[in-house]
């Protein structure tokens, strides 16, 4: 139907593909604009007022906020929970992405409901979890306290709420991944006579590569900004178990807010760079399809 309806009394030329009418123009950058005026307001906006607010003393007194002792210590604690928290959770992402797209068991499914689990669960609700278990009055703090271990208020409660937080992470990159793929490659190696461990480490391994960096990447940015669920089982000891953003609140909370936005400033240039990483690994991963 190229040409006018003769019947209907239709005289306009219907539009060729790919033709757009100042309609379509229209509505193609009102929904720029719209998309463009959202970002501004609610994301554009107040990165530009952290980095105004952090440097609205000049530089020194940046730099002095940073250099603080309670402010380093924050900052150390977080890179240390980061360093320890992402390995583990890469391994076991891993681990259970291989299970649950390779094999065929028993309690599959209610594995992969385990893992969106904590997705479902407020954070502030997870670190309540390990105070009910491992606080003086939970189901092992009399133990713990018997043999003078501590895990809640202490290194060991920050590492274990944020693994919490972010164990899905790395697995819920590599399961559709690895479903995708298939296992055909995998069952050529083993006819061929490779084992388990080297058929995972020279077949599996590479074909799921940039799908663990980008797991590992959410993890890690995940893992440096948790606040609910650190914020409950750290007791907000300062210098000692106040991660980043935990410092950033009680900085505010003293009306110090030249120090609260630069500490705020250094978690946003962390967050640009594990942004940047995520893009690289995804240019990556798409040039190498």
Same mark, same amino acid.
């Given at each position: ?28 950058? &009102?929904? *720029? ?8 307001? +609610? %994301? #554009?906006?107040? /990165?530009?007022?952290? =980095?105004? $607010? ?64 904590? &997705?479902? *669960? ?8 390990? +105070? %009910? #278990?491992?606080? /003086?009055?939970?189901? =092992?703090? $009399? ?147």
């Amino acid at each position: 139907m190229a040409g006018a309806l003769l019947d209907g009394g239709f005289t306009d030329e219907a539009p060729r593909p790919g033709q757009h009418t100042w309609a379509h123009r229209l509505v193609r950058w &009102l929904c *720029i604009a719209v998309s463009l005026g959202f970002l501004a307001a +609610v %994301l #554009l906006a107040p /990165l530009a007022t952290v =980095f105004v $607010m952090a440097f609205a003393h000049g530089l020194p007194a940046y730099f002095h906020s940073l250099v603080d002792p309670d402010t380093v210590a924050a900052i150390r604690l977080t890179l240390i929970t980061a360093l320890v928290v992402v390995p583990l959770n890469t391994l076991f992402g891993l681990a259970a992405a291989w299970a649950i797209a390779k094999f065929e068991f028993r309690g599959k499914s209610m594995l992969i409901t385990l893992i969106d689990l904590p &997705l479902a *669960i407020s954070p502030v609700i997870s670190g309540m979890i390990f +105070v %009910l #278990l491992f606080g /003086l009055h939970g189901w =092992f703090g $009399m133990w713990l306290r018997e043999h003078d271990l501590s895990i809640v208020f202490a290194l060991p409660g920050i590492m274990l709420a944020t693994m919490f937080v972010t164990f899905p992470y790395v697995a819920r990159e590599l399961i559709p991944l690895m479903q995708q793929l298939g296992n055909d490659e995998e069952e050529a190696a083993i006819t061929l006579g490779a084992g388990g461990w080297l058929t995972f480490f020279r077949v599996t391994l590479p074909k799921v590569r940039w799908g663990l960096v980008y797991g590992m990447v959410l993890c890690n940015a995940r893992a440096m900004g948790e606040f609910g669920a650190v914020s409950v089982v750290s007791g907000h000891i300062r210098g000692l178990t106040n991660t980043m953003p935990l410092q950033i609140e009680i900085l505010y909370n003293e009306y110090n807010f030249v120090g609260a936005f630069a500490v705020a400033s250094l978690l946003t240039l962390l967050a640009v760079l594990t942004l940047a990483i995520k893009t690289l690994v995804e240019r990556a991963g798409y040039r190498r399809r």
